[in-house]
Nanobody
């Protein structure tokens, strides 16, 4: 059974940084494409960043200069480092490995 557990969200001022963590159990993070998505109320969940099993990374255009996805095989954890946060980054952030989702972690950026 695959479990994804996010943490690291919180309230931060615009221009600040956060690092989200996703602790994975049931699979090895290097064996699958791992992704971060985000969702705001009444909008569709959107991909923020992903990393394939081979290490190829992909970022959404509107965040690619400000976020970095990484993984630690020893800790079986995927990270999302977010810098220069903007109020429009406010959302619930989810860890995803098809077809499984974590419970999400709230990120709130104040202006």
């Amino acid at each position: 059974q695959v479990q994804l557990e996010e943490s690291g969200g919180g309230l931060v001022q615009a221009g600040g940084s956060l690092r989200l963590s996703c602790v994975v159990s049931g699979i090895q993070v290097r064996s699958r494409t791992m992704s971060w998505y985000r969702q705001v109320p009444e909008q569709q969940r959107e991909m923020v960043a992903s990393v394939t099993w081979s290490g190829n990374m992909e970022y959404a255009d509107h965040v690619k200069d400000r976020v970095t996805i990484s993984r630690d095989s020893d800790k079986n954890t995927v990270y999302l480092q977010m810098n220069n946060l903007k109020p429009e980054d406010t959302a619930v952030y989810y860890c995803h490995r098809f077809p499984d989702w974590g419970q999400g972690t709230q990120v709130t950026v104040s202006s």
